[in-house]
């Protein structure tokens, strides 16, 4: 019997805006140090916008040129991918309006914190009144009775749960190891592996960079403590299921599978980042339940830093009742971007609503100098992805449901307004 003959796949109509669109991120790149995040496309592109080093204004207007070639697109996907195809489509929109957005800030357009997150990240975070920091304060001070200020209760309080330096590489190695032994396969590919390298002077405590071929070098910033509760975090975070898992998958299933170049190229300042740290955020409350959790730390991580594994419950009421504080972080940004405070202010405004200590706040505020209104990204980012992929369960409230619309969030092109 001779074979049958596979016909050929259609052509792809969004191909050469999905080219232009990586060469337009590019060229931004030139311009903002920070815009891009990763690139394993064609080197020689790369090489071709350092070598001619578009001006941004020329950027702008190529960029509109591409607008208008996307929106002429007419041609209809397979019906039986046509949401996927629908995403994409909308992806490349809405990334291409953010591009512009950015290009207009780096030519001196002012935003205010809302108007920027929104042309940047596809999202603008509620405001939250005072009051609800303070009522949660108020639990934080019957729950740290003592001598001094309640910051600097609370910081003699977590000076008990700092991971000795000598400690932690092992203690973060072992958190990665938890990790990935209770992610499932996620039909990640078999070569998909990271590096860890510790730093100093940054404004962030972790990062992932990701280099293509399923490879990440993630970056642990060593300037200041790190606490126990950090190594979980950051080891969801950034490693499993964080943003290497999403980046991998994306690689895999829209690079390597489908040939969206477009995901070749990851501008930071654009929608796809609150995808990335919301779904980075949230995977890890869905790798590990608290009481997961807590057992994990106690029986682990705990002895494996020298800390009293005793005292490991204590701490994780504390930080639960902190965490309810994370919004602080959104309005003192929101007030210094809009000129409302100034930076002491921030700081101390960080210092009484969201309770960084003056080294930490200090540092939050570089954080938000260097990147912005990137802070929503964390908790808005969460809050958004988890109530998605709780809507998306539906009746269904099992472990390997939630692990399964999680995965196909991580492995789409869905847009921020896309989860609502």
């Not at 039909?187 to 972790?206: A, C, D, I, M, Q």
């Not at 029986?299 to 830093?305: I, K, S, T």
Request: proline letters at 6%.
């Amino acid at each position: 019997m001779s074979a049958q003959t596979v016909p050929p796949a259609p052509p792809d109509p969004y191909r050469s805006v999905a080219e232009q669109y990586v060469k337009l991120v590019l060229a931004v790149g030139q311009h903002d140090g920070d815009y891009v995040d990763a690139f394993y496309g064609p080197p020689e592109w790369l090489r071709e916008a350092e070598t001619a080093k578009k001006p941004l204004a020329a950027i702008d207007q190529q960029a509109a040129a591409v607008e208008t070639e996307l929106a002429a697109i007419t041609a209809k996907p397979d019906p039986k991918d046509a949401e996927m195809w629908g995403l994409r489509r909308q992806y490349l929109t809405r990334q291409l309006a953010a591009l512009r957005s950015r290009v207009a800030m780096l030519q001196g357009k002012r935003l205010t914190f809302d108007e920027e997150s929104l042309a940047l990240y596809d999202a603008i975070a509620p405001v939250k009144p005072v009051s609800e920091f303070e009522a949660v304060i108020a639990q934080l001070e019957a729950k740290l009775p003592g001598a001094g200020t309640l910051i600097e209760r609370y910081d003699r309080f977590k000076q008990g749960f700092v991971i000795p330096t000598a400690r932690i590489d092992r203690v973060f190695q072992e958190a990665i190891r938890g990790c990935r032994g209770r992610v499932p396969s996620l039909n990640l590919p078999l070569n998909e592996r990271f590096t860890v390298e510790y730093v100093t002077n940054k404004s962030w405590s972790g990062y992932n960079w990701y280099q293509g071929d399923f490879r990440s070098l993630i970056q642990v910033n060593t300037d200041l403590p790190i606490y126990i509760d950090r190594a979980i975090d950051l080891a969801c975070h950034e490693g499993y299921p964080g943003h290497h898992v999403y980046n991998a998958l994306l690689e895999k299933n829209l690079v390597k599978d489908r040939g969206w170049i477009e995901y070749t190229v990851y501008p930071l300042f654009s929608p796809q980042s609150l995808i990335a740290e919301g779904t980075a955020n949230y995977g890890i409350e869905v790798t590990f339940s608290k009481p997961d959790r807590l057992a994990f730390e106690r029986e682990v991580l705990f002895p494996l830093a020298g800390l009293q594994a005793a005292r490991a419950a204590e701490y994780y009421e504390v930080l639960d009742l902190v965490d309810r504080l994370s919004y602080a972080g959104n309005e003192a940004a929101r007030q210094y971007l809009d000129g409302k405070i100034d930076r002491a202010a921030t700081v101390a405004w960080l210092e009484k609503y969201a309770m960084y200590t003056k080294p930490r706040a200090e540092q939050r505020v570089k954080f938000i100098e260097q990147y912005r209104s990137y802070v929503i990204n964390y908790n808005l980012g969460k809050d958004l992805v988890r109530a998605y992929v709780e809507r998306k369960m539906g009746r269904e409230k099992t472990p390997q449901r939630r692990w399964r619309e999680f995965t196909a969030l991580l492995s789409s092109p869905r847009l921020p307004s896309g989860l609502k």
